[in-house]
């Protein structure tokens, strides 16, 4: 009797670390997982853009209803990004075209497309898993804007970083696009060297900030207002999953509530209350992403209440 108990006893333990070291296998080198949340007024559909070299993840495009969260899987390595289309009309067949950030697919898969500009963009360069490498992140203004949009790390302290602000408010008329839905960069609204870093302004020596891109970084100190805005706009953080919420905050301008709710600003007392939203705003201090559960301690729960379903 004592025997079999061991041997049993033996052989969950066995099936315990097979199972826990499997996890360990995926987190170490199975890549991240981007969960997104909606929190605007409405339904919002993000674009999946992978570069070049970088496999496809599981969609290029999809819905987002208001209050909903998806996640998807990338792999160690990965590269490329991710942003939001707004006022989309989709018929039953999926086709059809948005006001802000359209790809041009006509559906509302992206099949490899980018957003037209003006459009908030998030960009990620994964390191290579194992320990190995380095994650890259940013919130990009280069290509304009078109929402609130906010990166967290599971992990803590890694930075958070994007732009809380309401930017198609604080929006010069010359820049405005879609009737006020977005904001136009500098470079889209006039062509010129200078504002697009080409040409002859195609270096860092030559390429300075202008009085829209130093709009756009006063308003989000952390997100790119320019071609080489590096400094400041680029994070990084190592083996850990990311979230991307749109519309950190209630009341986005693409909201139908967008009137009686504007998005908080800075010195909105509601912004203040929460700390690390208010260092994006404020630049000031180095937020540490909110701690998710991790994959690895799901997984120890799970094996745990497996172990105890055998053993009765």
Same mark, same amino acid.
């Given at each position: ?193 200078? !504002? ?31 071609? !080489? ?21 209630p009341g986005n301008p693409n909201s139908q509530k967008s009137s009686n709710d504007p998005s908080p600003r800075p010195k909105d007392p ?6 690390w939203l208010a260092s994006l705003a404020t630049g000031e201090v180095d937020g540490a992403a909110p701690a998710s559960t991790s994959l690895l301690l799901q997984a120890t729960l ?11």
């Amino acid at each position: 009797m004592a025997s079999w108990i061991i041997t049993r006893s033996t052989w969950i333990m066995s099936v315990f670390f097979v199972i826990l070291s499997f996890f360990q296998g995926l987190v170490m080198v199975g890549g991240v997982t981007f969960t997104f949340t909606n929190r605007c007024g409405g339904t919002v559909w993000p674009g999946v853009l992978s570069n070049s070299g970088s496999s496809a993840l599981g969609t290029t495009g999809f819905a987002l209803g208001a209050g909903e969260t998806r996640s998807l899987a990338a792999p160690a390595g990965w590269s490329g990004r991710f942003w939001a289309r707004t006022g989309c009309t989709f018929d039953d067949d999926g086709k059809g075209t948005c006001a802000t950030g359209d790809c041009g697919s006509g559906e509302v898969e992206c099949r490899g497309a980018g957003a037209a500009p003006p459009a908030t963009l998030v960009e990620f360069t994964l390191g290579s898993g194992g320990g190995g490498g380095k994650d890259y992140y940013d919130v990009s203004l280069v290509d304009g804007y078109n929402l609130p949009m906010v990166v967290e790390a599971a992990a803590a302290g890694c930075p958070a970083t994007g732009c809380v602000v309401d930017l198609n408010q604080r929006c010069p008329a010359e820049l405005k696009a879609g009737h006020g839905q977005a904001c136009r960069s500098a470079c889209e609204a006039f062509g010129t060297p200078e !504002y697009c870093c080409s040409g002859d302004h195609g270096n860092p020596d030559t390429c300075h900030p202008s009085v829209y891109s130093q709009m756009f970084k006063r308003a989000c100190p952390r997100s790119y207002s320019y071609a !080489y805005d590096d400094a400041t706009s680029t994070f990084t953080c190592t083996g850990t999953d990311y979230s991307i919420t749109f519309c950190p905050r209630p009341g986005n301008p693409n909201s139908q509530k967008s009137s009686n709710d504007p998005s908080p600003r800075p010195k909105d007392p509601q912004l203040e209350d929460d700390s690390w939203l208010a260092s994006l705003a404020t630049g000031e201090v180095d937020g540490a992403a909110p701690a998710s559960t991790s994959l690895l301690l799901q997984a120890t729960l799970a094996v745990a209440v497996m172990a105890l379903l055998v053993l009765h």
